[in-house]
């Protein structure tokens, strides 16, 4: 049977990425070696990364000034390098879900936090608005996509003050306006490779303004100056990102690509609020076009365990939602095809005409 994969992260990638990653681990461009026993300085590993920082920027549209970096350590440990580098006295954070808590959390070690919105009020089901961002902070720290909650700031917005981001579950979805923010960050398990590798682009003037002593693996500078390359980089998971870029300039580009998006949430969407059964969980104007959270009805709640067995006899994997929010979590990520979210709204149809 045909899966269809939601998962939350790690997550479906590109079927040609996931191939050439393989053709890759057999054997690197008929060198009789596997792109796993190389070193990561032999020239055939520089021309990958060298190539996969070009095409995020590429892609990204990033101006100059701007660094590209593929880092171990996940975007958790992004939570610690951000204010290691950046946070001289005080910090402005939004706090929209629970990615943004521990971000948060770790910036507190470094100096006075500023959480200048939350809507932990309402279990994160919106993104605040109307907050005041303090002037005379360092920076101001945002999530732009909430994979738990499946809210999304889904525009660059204007900050007084450096602008960091946050964007592991949206990155390269959307076209992005990389000059409106200092600093962009993620795991890639989400939307653009498998586990193991982190992107951070970074603009440089705004490193160095800080008194303290930073580790060299904390570094933004060190990682900078060496291309990435300071100590041995996530290898095979920086070819698979570079086979997701490929993917999407064979599309067309992230234009091509949110437009697919929009279309594919637009219809889960539309299923779940002329549903009977189904309801979503998130105010409309702040709705991810990555991860659709919806829980059935109050008068039809004892069924959600049933229709999750029915979806996965129908192939549909990873919908459960998370924990903090119930119900189900359909990601529908850059590589997922319409005809998965189509299968997914003709099981729920399906299932609809059974049980209401
Ligand atoms: C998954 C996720 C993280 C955590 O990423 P790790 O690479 O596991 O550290 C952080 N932020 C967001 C928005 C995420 O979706």
Redesign the pocket.
Known sequence: MKKHNFN??PSILPRIAIENSAKAILDLNGSGLSLLEISHRHKDFQAIIDEAMALMKELMNIPDGYRVLFLG???????VMVPYNLLQTKAAYLET?A??K??IKEAKIFGQVDVVGSSADKNFSYIPKGYTIPSDADYFHI??????FGTEIKYDMDSPVQLVA?????ILSRPTDVSKYALIY?????NLGP?GV?FVIIREDILGKVDRKIPSMLDYKIHINDGSMYNTPPCFAIFTCLETMRWIKGLGGVPVVHAMNMKKANLLYDAIDNSKMFVGTVAKEDRSLMNICFVMKEQYKDKEDAFMEFAKGKGMVGIKGHRSVGGFRASTYNALPLDSVQALIDCMHEFEKDNL
């Open positions: 939350a992260g350590g996940g975007a958790s440990t992004q939570f879900g990615w943004a521990k971000a999530t732009t996509n909430n994979t738990i946050d964007m592991s579950s949206d993620g795991g890639a398990q989400k586990a982190t």
